[in-house]
């Protein structure tokens, strides 16, 4: 039964998904070539550890001279994420560096790491396709073992400056918000894997259309036991506020999962599935009937 509610669910809605994919793309990488690079640098790397740094993501101080350049100072680390991080935690010194690299229509987000401690690939993946980066080849790395925590701005400055596209605030700082969640929700758990699974699941379902509290609410409480996790009741609301934001976003689930491929492929062979429910299918289908019927009376009442 809920298969065949998702076949007219996908129906109605083929055409308004297939355009909005469509422009999401052009507004993302159409800007950039194919292989160009941004490397964003902590403003406050000294010379050696700049070099090692650049060392790190494959790169010489020559090869800048081929690169767009940007740099990420204290300051803008400490705009973007005092709301979610201790200042102690942010630090003084901006040290966390990116390079990003323009792939083509279909590469997803690819993300490796150096030196980086806090941050594992996935919760990067996750937390830049919630900001609105596409198709990009990403390295993080800091000069000594850093939580990694504020490359998230570097690398979508990075992805801006490349682009020559502005990403929507709300996604930028939903995203920074997503990786602090998830980041800290892994330390505490002891499990970062697990983590960034629960935080993908439950965005996928949120990208599905759920966006009833109650709803999510219940998602939420099914995933930890599918993943056997225990949330506290603190943890669980943050996760309440985070997929509340990611809501407003309207993300494509299949974009989440073209971009995010492996995680997403691993939940699906793990069998985890937040799928809608007969209940929020019939709700949907309500909603969209019901739209049609007032375009229809609106329509009549024009032409009578």
């Known amino acids: 039964m809920i298969k065949n509610r998702r076949n007219i669910i996908a129906g109605v809605l083929c055409g308004v998904m297939l355009t909005a994919a469509a422009a999401g793309t052009a507004s993302n990488v159409g800007a ?3 292989g160009q690079t941004c490397v964003s640098l902590g403003a406050d790397l000294n010379p050696s550890q700049r070099e090692h740094v650049l060392s790190l993501m494959n790169l010489t101080e020559a090869d800048l001279a081929n690169c767009t350049v940007v740099t990420v100072t204290n300051d803008e680390e400490h705009a973007a994420y005092d709301a979610y991080l201790p200042q102690e935690v942010i630090g003084g010194n ?13 590469n997803g987000i690819n993300v490796a790491t150096q030196n980086i401690s806090y941050c594992t690939v996935e919760m990067y993946q ?18 000594e073992r850093i939580s990694g925590t504020a490359a998230l701005l570097g690398i979508t400055k990075a992805y801006e400056t490349m682009t020559g596209e502005s990403l929507k605030a709300e996604g930028v700082d939903t995203a920074a918000n997503e990786l602090v969640i998830t980041s800290e929700l892994g330390e505490e758990l ?3 894997e697990k983590a960034a699974k629960l935080i993908a699941t439950l965005k996928e379902a949120v990208a599905e259309g759920i966006d009833d ?3 999510i609410s219940e998602l939420i ?23 509340r934001k990611i809501s407003r976003l309207n993300l494509d689930k299949e974009e989440l999962k073209s971009q995010v491929k492996d995680l997403y492929e691993t939940l699906k062979s793990e069998g985890l599935n937040l799928g809608i429910s007969d209940v929020q299918a019939d709700g949907i289908i309500d909603t969209i009937v019901n739209w049609f019927i007032s375009i229809w009376e609106k329509l009549r009442s024009i032409f009578s």
């Open 94 to 106: 901006s040290l966390s560096s990116a390079k990003v690299v323009a792939k083509e229509e279909g």
């Open 190 to 192: 002891g499990d970062q």
């Open 126 to 143: 996750n937390a830049l396709v919630t900001a609105g980066v596409r198709n990009a080849d990403v390295i993080v790395a800091g000069p």
């Open 213 to 215: 509290e109650e709803d």
């Open 221 to 243: 409480d099914k995933a930890a036991q599918e993943l056997d996790i225990t949330l506290t009741e603190e943890q669980k609301n943050q996760i309440m506020e985070l997929m």
């Open 32 to 34: 950039a070539a194919v």
